[in-house]
């Protein structure tokens, strides 16, 4: 068995199975038209699927035959379906023409999953379990793994998965080809801010007679900048980022509200415990300082992505055993992005590995980032990304626990 070579002849067919996905990008949860191409891949291959109810999810199972044993272990493989509400901008000869954009990548994790499971229907002999393939929609800020969850995904082979591994291209930042990940924690965990600012409007020549919410929320804007350095470490950072302001109709009036929302990002439970009061001590102080009330919503979005040591490391000896020691490395620090797939981390050890895909010529330290109407991704990396995945999960049962062991 040799899972490389199979995949690098299977090249064609998953670029073209990845360019077709990116013409058609969906937003959210409803990908109608991406479960039916994914259906149509997976068509023939011995799988039990299942799709979900409350979104377009597809879940696969596949049994391995070379099971030993009374009880067989599972191990679960993860890509995400969904596209951002981003018009294209790279000019490709397959740009999606709809408005939206997979501009982060999940048109590959879906096109390397479906090569994933035909290499592993094809090695059904090497396979001591079940293989779950969890094709999920609504990643990006929709809960899809949370739902998926909630509709049994995790025991979709009639047992609780024993471990869960994910992957992520990154269109910048990463070598092209290169495998990365860490223990423990690797994505922080997010919340959206959402802040109005009630004052009394009036005429811009005459601020004295207003409640002015503009000047109050700029000062809020900035102090929130100031209030993460001061209050938490700087080795367990708190990043806050506004991205949303809207404020008056005219530029000579004073409007009676104003509202701005941010993105607040970090990496420790401590710190993620924390910074709702510290938000709220802050702006509630400031609204008061300027005689204007203040909405503060702090919606908590996403729980770190954290993996399991163990995992983490059996992943990384994996990607070295298939394609060669230089094509891992250990990332030295947690990245800001959040992910959805921490759900699943949070009930099955696992491990979240991205996948640098940065086009050859560009450089990757300068290239436009994921979510970038402009970022653009290498497809010839699919193989290596079907092979990992197709790896882990026959590693990994090779390795499991027997049932004897687990009964002791």
Known sequence: MNLLDDANAMTGDLVQLRRSLHRIPEVGLDLPRTQDVVLDALAGLPLEIHT????????????????????????????????????????????????????????????????????????????????VLMFQPGEEGWDGAARMIDEGVLDASGRRADAAYGLH???SQQRNGTFFSRPGTL?????????????????????????????????MITSM?????????????????????????????????????????????RTYDAVPTALRRVLDGIAAAHRVGVDIEVTAEFPM?????????????????????????????????????????????????????CMPDNDPAAAPMNHSP????DDSVLADAATVYAGLAIARLDHAPSPESDAR
Not at 190 to 218: C, I, Q, W
Not at 374 to 377: D, H, L, Q
């Open 187 to 219: 994505l922080a965990a997010s919340y959206k801010l959402s802040v109005t600012v009630r004052g009394e409007g009036g005429h811009g020549s005459s601020p004295s007679t207003a409640r002015d919410p503009v000047t109050a929320m700029a000062e």
């Open 225 to 269: 900048q100031t209030m993460v350095t001061r209050t938490f470490d700087v080795f367990d950072p708190v990043v806050v980022t506004v991205a949303r302001v809207r404020a008056g109709m005219r530029h000579n009036i004073i409007p009676d509200d104003a509202t701005f929302e941010a993105t607040v990002r970090c990496y420790s439970a």
């Open 374 to 377: 402009r970022a653009e991704f």
């Open 169 to 171: 291209v990154f269109s």
């Open 52 to 131: 979900g109810k409350a979104t377009t999810s597809v879940t696969a199972v596949l049994r391995g035959t070379g099971v030993t044993g009374t009880a067989a272990s599972t191990v679960l493989l993860r890509a995400d379906m969904d596209a951002l509400p981003v018009v294209e901008q790279t000019g490709l000869d397959f740009a999606a023409q709809n408005g939206a954009m997979h501009g982060c990548g999940h048109d590959l994790h879906t096109a390397a999953l479906v090569g994933a499971a035909q290499l592993l229907s094809r090695h059904r002999d090497h396979l001591a379990g079940d293989v």
């Open 305 to 357: 992505t954290v993996n399991d040591i163990d995992e983490t490391g059996f992943g990384a000896a994996t990607v070295a055993n298939l394609l060669g020691e230089d094509r891992y490395e250990t990332a030295a620090h947690p990245l800001s992005g959040s992910e959805d797939f921490s759900y699943v981390l949070q009930e099955v050890p696992g491990a979240f590995i991205g996948l640098g895909a």
